[in-house]
């Protein structure tokens, strides 16, 4: 599951930036990144990077547009790891693999 962390790690980091550099473009009046990048972005694993960005920044936090659609992404990511992890995790449980001794010799 160490993969699963670093997905997450680096998604996050890229959606930090991303909110960070739309929050400099609002700032500074250039053009932003859509919001639709930015839930895409949370939805991809990135969403512990967006929620540490709108409170650090304080970028789209107090939008209430963003913030359900936000947590709509964030319900629909964890949803969507679990249910990958359960697969996985019962992939791998004793009961599914076969026993050891058992050899793969063709029925007489």
């Keep these: 599951m160490l993969w699963l962390a670093s997905f997450y790690g680096v998604a996050s980091a890229a959606c930090f930036i991303a909110y960070a550099i739309d929050k ?4 500074q009046q250039r053009r932003r990144i859509s919001e639709r990048t930015l839930l895409l972005l ?3 694993c990135g969403w512990p990077g967006g929620l540490l960005a709108q409170q650090w920044l304080r970028h789209k936090s107090s939008k209430t547009s963003f913030l359900i659609p936000f ?3 964030v319900l ?3 949803a969507a790891v679990g249910a990958l992890t359960a ?3 019962t992939d791998m ?3 599914t693999r076969p026993p050891s001794n058992a050899r793969n010799t ?3």
């Design 24 to 27: 400099s473009a609002a700032q």
């Design 106 to 108: 063709p029925a007489a």
């Design 93 to 95: 449980s004793p009961e």
């Design 42 to 44: 949370g939805l991809c």
């Design 76 to 78: 629909l990511n964890v």
């Design 71 to 73: 947590w709509l992404t």
């Design 87 to 89: 697969t996985v995790l």
